[in-house]
């Protein structure tokens, strides 16, 4: 009986290590931020003062991409930019033209699926 119960947590350990996905199945899609400033130098931050520029940073790491990103302003309001078709590796930003304390909820879409989602606060 104690030989079967081995064997049996063996195989069924095998079975484990068999259907694992391969350490590259993980890997990031893509690679979105929001910074204080539209240089591709420019940071990740959840926190800019109103008068600097302000970007929405997405990276597709896989594949040529269709995406799309949205802000949800302090206020309310929604405002999404057209798709834009991201090349595989190309760093693009979207400029948040927001100068309005409080907290503004960035969104990224790619094949009407949301890949990301990025607060930034902008201090009074």
Avoid: Q
Avoid at 11 to 29: K, T
Avoid at 63 to 86: I, Q, S, W
Wanted: hydrophobic share 40%; with cysteine.
């Amino acid at each position: 009986m104690k030989g079967m119960k081995r064997l049996a947590a063996m195989v069924l350990g095998i079975a484990l290590l068999a259907s694992a996905a391969p350490a590259s199945a993980g890997a990031i899609a893509y690679r979105h931020y929001v910074a204080c400033g539209v240089s591709e130098k420019a940071k990740p931050s959840h926190s800019c003062p109103a008068k600097s520029k302000k970007g929405a940073f997405f990276k597709s790491t896989k594949a040529d991409v269709f995406y799309k990103v949205c802000v949800k302003f302090p206020t309310g309001k929604h405002l999404c930019a057209p798709p834009e078709k991201a090349t595989r590796g190309t760093l693009y930003v979207n400029e948040i033209t927001s100068n309005i304390p409080g907290k503004h909820k960035i969104t990224w879409f790619v094949a009407g699926k949301r890949v990301g989602v990025f607060i930034l606060e902008v201090p009074k």
